[in-house]
Protein backbone atom coordinates (compact mmCIF):
# COMPACT_ATOMS: atom_id res chain seq x y z
CA UNK A 1 0.00 0.00 0.00
CA UNK A 2 1.75 3.35 -0.56
CA UNK A 3 0.80 7.00 -0.15
CA UNK A 4 -1.97 8.60 1.85
CA UNK A 5 -5.27 9.05 -0.02
CA UNK A 6 -6.69 9.59 3.88
CA UNK A 7 -8.78 12.21 2.57
CA UNK A 8 -10.08 10.27 -0.29
CA UNK A 9 -13.74 10.42 1.43
CA UNK A 10 -14.77 13.71 2.06
CA UNK A 11 -16.59 15.74 0.02
CA UNK A 12 -14.74 17.98 -2.53
CA UNK A 13 -11.39 15.49 -2.71
CA UNK A 14 -8.91 17.16 -5.21
CA UNK A 15 -8.05 16.11 -8.57
CA UNK A 16 -4.23 14.86 -7.23
CA UNK A 17 -6.12 12.40 -4.95
CA UNK A 18 -7.96 10.82 -7.73
CA UNK A 19 -5.26 10.65 -9.81
CA UNK A 20 -3.13 9.08 -7.50
CA UNK A 21 -5.51 6.18 -6.54
CA UNK A 22 -6.10 5.46 -10.30
CA UNK A 23 -1.81 5.77 -10.60
CA UNK A 24 -1.74 2.82 -7.74
CA UNK A 25 -4.67 0.38 -9.26
CA UNK A 26 -3.03 0.83 -12.32
CA UNK A 27 0.81 0.23 -11.33
CA UNK A 28 -0.73 -2.55 -8.95
CA UNK A 29 -2.12 -4.30 -11.66
CA UNK A 30 1.12 -3.52 -14.26
CA UNK A 31 3.66 -4.64 -11.82
CA UNK A 32 2.49 -8.59 -12.64
CA UNK A 33 3.65 -8.56 -16.14
CA UNK A 34 6.20 -6.53 -15.26
CA UNK A 35 7.71 -8.33 -12.75
CA UNK A 36 7.11 -11.69 -14.58
CA UNK A 37 9.14 -10.42 -17.63
CA UNK A 38 11.97 -9.33 -15.21
CA UNK A 39 12.36 -12.39 -13.16
CA UNK A 40 11.17 -15.00 -15.69
CA UNK A 41 12.47 -13.07 -18.78
CA UNK A 42 15.47 -10.98 -17.99
CA UNK A 43 16.83 -12.83 -15.21
CA UNK A 44 16.38 -16.11 -16.58
CA UNK A 45 14.60 -17.68 -13.56
CA UNK A 46 13.10 -21.01 -13.94
CA UNK A 47 9.59 -21.26 -14.20
CA UNK A 48 9.62 -24.56 -11.54
CA UNK A 49 6.66 -24.84 -9.70
CA UNK A 50 7.84 -23.65 -6.75
CA UNK A 51 8.59 -20.43 -8.22
CA UNK A 52 5.30 -20.27 -9.92
CA UNK A 53 3.60 -20.88 -7.24
CA UNK A 54 5.63 -18.17 -5.14
CA UNK A 55 4.90 -15.63 -7.86
CA UNK A 56 1.18 -16.47 -8.28
CA UNK A 57 1.08 -15.48 -4.55
CA UNK A 58 2.68 -12.19 -5.19
CA UNK A 59 0.29 -11.96 -8.02
CA UNK A 60 -2.73 -12.15 -6.14
CA UNK A 61 -2.19 -9.78 -3.81
CA UNK A 62 -1.17 -7.39 -6.06
CA UNK A 63 -4.25 -7.98 -7.66
CA UNK A 64 -5.80 -7.77 -4.40
CA UNK A 65 -4.36 -4.55 -4.16
CA UNK A 66 -5.03 -2.71 -7.25
CA UNK A 67 -9.02 -3.76 -6.69
CA UNK A 68 -9.02 -2.10 -3.25
CA UNK A 69 -7.70 1.37 -5.53
CA UNK A 70 -10.49 0.94 -7.71
CA UNK A 71 -12.92 0.62 -5.19
CA UNK A 72 -11.20 3.75 -2.99
CA UNK A 73 -11.82 5.63 -6.38
CA UNK A 74 -15.41 4.18 -6.61
CA UNK A 75 -15.87 5.42 -3.23
CA UNK A 76 -14.82 8.81 -4.37
CA UNK A 77 -17.84 8.96 -6.92
CA UNK A 78 -20.53 7.44 -4.36
CA UNK A 79 -19.68 8.43 -0.93
CA UNK A 80 -20.12 5.69 1.62
CA UNK A 81 -18.90 2.44 2.08
CA UNK A 82 -16.19 1.11 0.49
CA UNK A 83 -17.54 -0.69 -2.93
CA UNK A 84 -16.88 -4.60 -2.14
CA UNK A 85 -16.12 -4.31 1.42
CA UNK A 86 -17.34 -8.11 2.27
CA UNK A 87 -15.14 -9.30 -0.52
CA UNK A 88 -12.43 -7.74 0.94
CA UNK A 89 -13.28 -9.02 3.96
CA UNK A 90 -13.62 -12.56 3.07
CA UNK A 91 -10.17 -12.07 1.35
CA UNK A 92 -8.20 -10.78 4.58
CA UNK A 93 -9.50 -14.02 6.42
CA UNK A 94 -9.32 -16.68 2.87
CA UNK A 95 -5.50 -14.86 2.20
CA UNK A 96 -3.82 -16.53 5.25
CA UNK A 97 -4.37 -20.46 4.49
CA UNK A 98 -3.30 -19.75 1.28
CA UNK A 99 -0.33 -17.80 2.32
CA UNK A 100 0.36 -20.26 4.66
CA UNK A 101 0.51 -23.19 2.37
CA UNK A 102 2.18 -21.38 -0.21
CA UNK A 103 5.45 -20.37 2.06
CA UNK A 104 5.13 -24.15 3.51
CA UNK A 105 5.15 -25.98 -0.01
CA UNK A 106 7.92 -23.19 -1.82
CA UNK A 107 9.97 -24.11 1.79
CA UNK A 108 9.50 -27.89 1.01
CA UNK A 109 10.49 -27.29 -2.29
CA UNK A 110 13.57 -25.10 -1.75
CA UNK A 111 14.29 -27.77 1.04
CA UNK A 112 14.37 -30.66 -1.70
CA UNK A 113 15.70 -28.65 -4.63
CA UNK A 114 17.60 -25.95 -3.02
CA UNK A 115 18.82 -22.60 -5.80
CA UNK A 116 17.58 -21.39 -8.72
CA UNK A 117 14.22 -23.62 -8.97
CA UNK A 118 12.85 -23.01 -5.50
CA UNK A 119 14.42 -20.12 -4.14
CA UNK A 120 13.21 -17.19 -6.03
CA UNK A 121 9.85 -18.69 -5.30
CA UNK A 122 10.32 -18.64 -1.29
CA UNK A 123 11.37 -15.15 -1.87
CA UNK A 124 7.77 -14.36 -4.15
CA UNK A 125 6.10 -16.24 -1.44
CA UNK A 126 7.69 -13.53 1.25
CA UNK A 127 6.75 -10.96 -0.52
CA UNK A 128 3.63 -11.77 -1.08
CA UNK A 129 3.00 -12.52 2.93
CA UNK A 130 4.41 -8.65 3.06
CA UNK A 131 1.97 -7.39 0.76
CA UNK A 132 -0.76 -8.95 2.41
CA UNK A 133 0.32 -7.59 5.88
CA UNK A 134 1.09 -4.47 4.40
CA UNK A 135 -2.65 -4.12 2.31
CA UNK A 136 -4.74 -5.60 5.29
CA UNK A 137 -3.11 -4.94 8.68
CA UNK A 138 -0.10 -1.72 8.64
CA UNK A 139 1.27 0.42 6.08
CA UNK A 140 5.00 -1.22 4.98
CA UNK A 141 4.96 0.73 1.97
CA UNK A 142 5.80 4.83 2.08
CA UNK A 143 6.83 6.48 -0.67
CA UNK A 144 5.96 9.70 -0.74
CA UNK A 145 7.32 12.24 2.12
CA UNK A 146 4.06 12.69 3.66
CA UNK A 147 4.29 9.01 4.19
CA UNK A 148 7.87 9.24 5.53
CA UNK A 149 7.21 12.15 7.32
CA UNK A 150 4.32 10.29 9.36
CA UNK A 151 6.33 7.24 9.25
CA UNK A 152 9.13 9.59 11.27
CA UNK A 153 6.75 10.97 13.74
CA UNK A 154 4.15 8.64 14.70
CA UNK A 155 5.78 5.02 13.78
CA UNK A 156 3.76 2.56 11.80
CA UNK A 157 -0.17 2.96 11.29
CA UNK A 158 -2.94 0.59 9.98
CA UNK A 159 -3.18 0.31 6.46
CA UNK A 160 -6.03 2.17 4.66
CA UNK A 161 -7.85 -1.03 3.88
CA UNK A 162 -7.38 -2.30 7.48
CA UNK A 163 -9.26 1.26 8.22
CA UNK A 164 -11.42 0.50 5.79
CA UNK A 165 -12.24 -2.91 6.88
CA UNK A 166 -12.35 -1.69 10.27
CA UNK A 167 -15.37 0.81 9.63
CA UNK A 168 -16.96 -1.59 7.29
CA UNK A 169 -16.91 -4.41 10.92
CA UNK A 170 -18.40 -1.46 12.87
CA UNK A 171 -21.86 -0.78 11.25
Given amino acids: MTSSPARASAPGV ?23 WVWFGVA ?20 QGSLYWIAKLRQLRRPGP ?7 LVA ?3 DVP ?16 PGRPSWPGVAFALVAVLEYVNYFHVQLMHDTPADLRRLAAAGLRPSHLARDLARARRR
Avoid at 48 to 60: E, H, Q, Y
Avoid at 82 to 88: D, E, G, M
Avoid at 98 to 113: E, K
Fill in 14 to 36: PGKVRSRLRTLALLEAANIPFQA
Fill in 44 to 63: GLPVTVANAVGFALAAALLV
Fill in 82 to 88: LPAVRAF
Fill in 92 to 94: RVA
Fill in 98 to 113: LLMAGVAFTAFAAAAD
